[in-house]
């Protein structure tokens, strides 16, 4: 896997990005070729033609990845790829039609996209039903050996087995005993460290923090290490897979002596200025839909238009944070503080859409005008909860290092969930989001962002 807006995104997905968008803008330069009465290259190069092409060509790509075609690359039916190829496409014409209307300049040839609208329609859904053989025969996994049978490693094994497309195969596991690893063979005792590896040579050893380190094999370990395998802890590994920390391996000494768990100063700094920037911007452009909310909330139900409400911040220091109301009024006056639910009685039907589309959360956007929150981070949690939280999940606190966000990291990852066990999964990508902390990181959860709106997933 390769690490890019510091996310761990497998080769195979880049390379498929990669080879798509030449299959795509060669696939409409073909028709190009025969419905146009210029020479194509003339019309691509001096027509400034390229551009209209390629900006089809971005479209498709990120419609595609709007409906998860390049997170799962193993396909299921033609049939499906072509119903979801036609879903883009058809979103590409919308934006042509926007284009033409406007009479800019980067419209393409009206029977340029037709035609080669028609042979993407054909062509992609083979294309990706050839892919991922190809892939797997190009570029062949990566070969782990387990070094333990710690619940960490469990996990990691399942998820490589699941998803095959992150390019990692696991070869089997050493521990004192056969335990239950899924799809893992056991191939020995420690003691067979040097064997195995020449036996099966892997790429990467990953030693799992339940296995006694007073019984590794420290020297092999070490020499292995100097002859080209690389070896990691099973933390490590496990932020790769599933791009949160591993709460359950988290040590205070990682936190006190690693230059990497923290946020960078500088870097924290950079975020207060280009957040504050675009929450200015963001206020000027949601104004006219933030006017046309608060009439349908005024006028949906009887109560306020905006809900205030206390929530915790940097450091864990209070403020008041505004949203618009998507619940009845006064409906915790009997309950008191409570999580949201699934089929939450006590939001309205108008809040229910609210919340679907995130509209909601754009009052936020002052919060953040006014320092109290960044467009990207941690989820601003309640007083209430958040003492209950930092008693039964270690290393709750440490969220609270940065200033809490609009979206976040483990809000376009992990769906809205009301238990300890959720919360703990959150709190593994907050401290994953902390540790990388950057712009490039925040372009990509916005981004995401976007899409988590538009098909109106994860609100609660």
């Known amino acids: 896997m390769i690490k890019l807006f510091r996310v761990a ?23 190009a070729h025969f419905v146009l009465d210029e020479d194509v290259w003339f019309y691509l190069f001096d027509d400034g033609g390229w551009r209209s092409v390629a900006l089809v060509v971005a479209t498709i790509q990120i419609g595609l990845y709007f409906q998860d075609l390049y997170d799962r690359l193993r396909p299921t039916s033609f049939i499906y790829l072509a119903q979801q190829v036609s879903l883009v496409l058809g979103g590409a014409f919308l934006l042509q039609a926007v284009l033409g209307y406007g009479r800019w300049t980067l419209e393409l040839n009206k029977w340029t996209m037709v035609f080669g609208s028609l042979l993407v329609l054909v062509v992609l859904p083979l294309w990706r039903v050839g892919f991922y053989s190809l892939i797997s025969k190009a570029l062949p996994p990566e070969k782990l050996l387990f070094l333990g ?36 063979p056991w191939l020995g005792d420690l003691e067979h460290l040097q064997q195995v590896v020449e036996q099966y040579r892997p790429t990467r050893i990953v030693v799992g923090l339940g296995e006694s380190r007073g019984r590794l094999p420290m020297q092999q370990l070490l020499d292995l290490r100097f002859s080209g395998i690389q070896i990691e802890e099973a933390n490590m590994a496990f932020e790769s897979v599933f791009g949160r920390v591993s709460i359950p391996d988290l040590r205070p000494s990682q936190l006190i002596f690693s230059g990497e768990m923290g946020p960078r100063r500088w870097m924290v700094q950079l975020q207060n200025l280009y957040s504050e920037a675009l929450g200015i911007v963001g206020i000027l452009l949601a104004l006219p839909v933030m006017g046309v909310v608060a009439l349908v909330v005024k006028f949906s139900s009887p109560g306020p238009i ?13 403020f008041v944070l505004y949203k618009f109301r998507s619940m009845y009024a006064d409906a915790e006056a009997r309950t008191g503080a409570v999580w949201a639910t699934k089929d939450d009685p006590r939001i309205t039907p108008t809040g229910r859409w609210l919340r679907r589309l995130r509209l909601d959360e754009l009052p936020q956007l002052f919060n953040v005008v006014r320092g109290q929150m960044s467009v990207v981070g941690p989820r601003p949690e309640r007083p209430e909860f958040g003492a209950m939280l930092e008693e039964k999940i270690p290393f709750y606190r440490q969220r609270h290092w940065v200033k809490p966000g609009i979206t976040g990291w483990a809000q376009i990852n992990h769906k809205y969930g009301d238990t300890i066990e959720d919360s703990m999964t959150k709190l593994e990508y907050d401290l994953y989001y902390i540790k990388n902390l950057g712009p490039a990181l925040d372009a990509y959860i916005i981004f995401s962002t976007l899409k988590v709106m538009l098909l109106s997933r994860g609100a609660q």
């Open 9 to 31: 995104i497998p080769s195979s997905v880049l390379a498929l990005l990669v080879l798509e968008s030449i299959l795509l803008f060669t696939s409409y330069t073909i028709i």
């Open 149 to 184: 049978t710690s619940a960490t490693l469990r996990g990691i094994a399942m998820r490589l087995a699941e998803r095959p497309e992150l390019g990692s195969q696991v070869i089997g596991y050493l521990s004192s005993a056969p335990t239950e690893l899924p799809k893992t």
């Open 306 to 318: 905006l809900l205030r409400q206390m929530r915790m911040g940097l450091h864990g220091k209070p």
